[in-house]
Every structure is written in C-alpha cells, then in structure tokens.
C-alpha cells in the first residue's frame, strides 16, 4: 500500500544516516584525536569528512565537536560544493541544544532533534530549508566521553523519497506529513506547510483543515 511504502522509505532513510554516524565515529583519525596521540591528523579528519559529506550529498554540515562544544572539524555542504571550513571560523556550540542533549547520551544511543526549518541569525532561511539534525557521543579508547557527531540531515531528501513512494505506489489520493501537533511537513498545498514555525499559518492543522 502506499503507506507501506512511504513509511519503508522513512524507516530506511533513518537507517542509512544511523549507518553514516557509525561509520563516522569509527574513523582512525577519530581514535588518534581523541587518544590525543601524536600522529593524530586533523586535516587528515577533515578531508575524510569532506569526501564523506560530498559523496553522500544529503547533509548541510557535518561536525566533529569536543567536549565543551567546541567545533573541531566542520564541513559546509555549500549547496552542492562542499568546503571544509578553516580554523579561525570554527565556533563554540556549547550551548545549543542539539550538543547538551547529544553530549549526556551513552555509548550507543543517538540523538535525533524535531524535524524543522533550518534557522540562521534569528533568521528562518530562505529558501526553506528543512533540517534534522542528528548526534552521537564520541568516547575514546578508555571510554571518556571526548565529543560528538552532528550530521545535519536536509530534510527535503527525506520528503522526496516519500513522494517517490507515493508515486510508485499508483495510488489515489495525497501524501501528507505531519508532525505529533499536526502540523504539516509535506501537506496538499505548500501553503499549509511548516505552520508551527512560519508566521500566519499557525491555524494550518490537520484537524482545522480536515475537521
């Protein structure tokens, strides 16, 4: 069913980026910074990170931060044209919440922040840009909690594979995605849509529009 199929694709999207922050957090020159050994590359990191993130081409930025939320390697999808960002722009992010909660999980557990619009200088991005940004703990060799991984996931991918399962589908009727307010990530009408965040649309719900 159409369902089947929309829900499928949302469970394996969420599995392939799990995937991406376990093969992230097992990089050699992840173990030799966090071990603070002294042939631990930085720049090697970076590079990895760099190909990483432009082979993959569904995150915006993809971070290593230490403990005090420091960015330690960062990488700007760039809108198609990954660059790895140079150390004098690097910046603290302490005290975000996506490093609080990502930062006081254990070994083996991740964290997944609500999927919205991505949110620069006070300011929502235009064009919009939907963003889920998700984080594990980076431990070292004896098990101290060094850091984190962020990937932040462009969240149009995740509404286009559900459009694509939709369409193969061949069913009649409409795709919708909401969140637990329901509220609409993808709805009929764009209109409708990121009503929880965009001004004039907090009447866009589920329930108001299909009472």
């Known amino acids: 069913t159409r369902s089947d199929l929309q829900i499928g694709a949302f469970s394996r999207e969420f599995e392939s980026i799990v995937s991406d922050l376990n093969v992230l957090s097992a990089h050699h020159q992840l173990r030799l910074i966090t071990d603070g050994s002294e042939s631990a590359d930085y720049a090697a990191l970076a590079n990895e990170f760099l190909v990483f993130c432009r082979s993959k ?4 930025q993809v971070r290593f931060l230490d403990a005090t939320g420091m960015e330690v390697v960062r990488i700007n999808f760039n809108q198609g044209h990954p660059v790895i960002v140079p150390a004098d722009k690097l910046q603290p992010k302490g005290g975000r919440y996506y490093f609080k909660d990502t930062f006081s999980l254990e ?11 991505n949110v620069e200088g006070g300011e929502i991005e235009r064009p919009l840009k939907p963003m889920i940004r998700f984080g594990l703990p980076i431990f070292n ?17 995740l509404i286009e594979q ?4 939709a369409d193969a589908s061949n069913a009649v009727g409409f ?12 709805g009929i009408r764009s209109e ?5 965040m965009l001004p004039g649309r907090d009447d866009k719900t589920f329930s108001r529009l299909f009472p």
């Open 175 to 186: 795709g919708m995605l909401l969140n637990s307010d329901g509220y609409f990530f993808k």
């Open 192 to 196: 409708d849509e990121w009503g929880f």
């Open 57 to 60: 081409n569904k995150y915006d």
């Open 141 to 157: 060799t004896s098990g101290k909690k060094w850091g984190i991984i962020v990937l932040n996931y462009l969240g149009q991918e």
């Open 107 to 117: 070994k083996g557990e991740l964290f997944v922040s609500p999927f919205d619009l």
């Open 162 to 165: 559900i459009e694509k399962a």
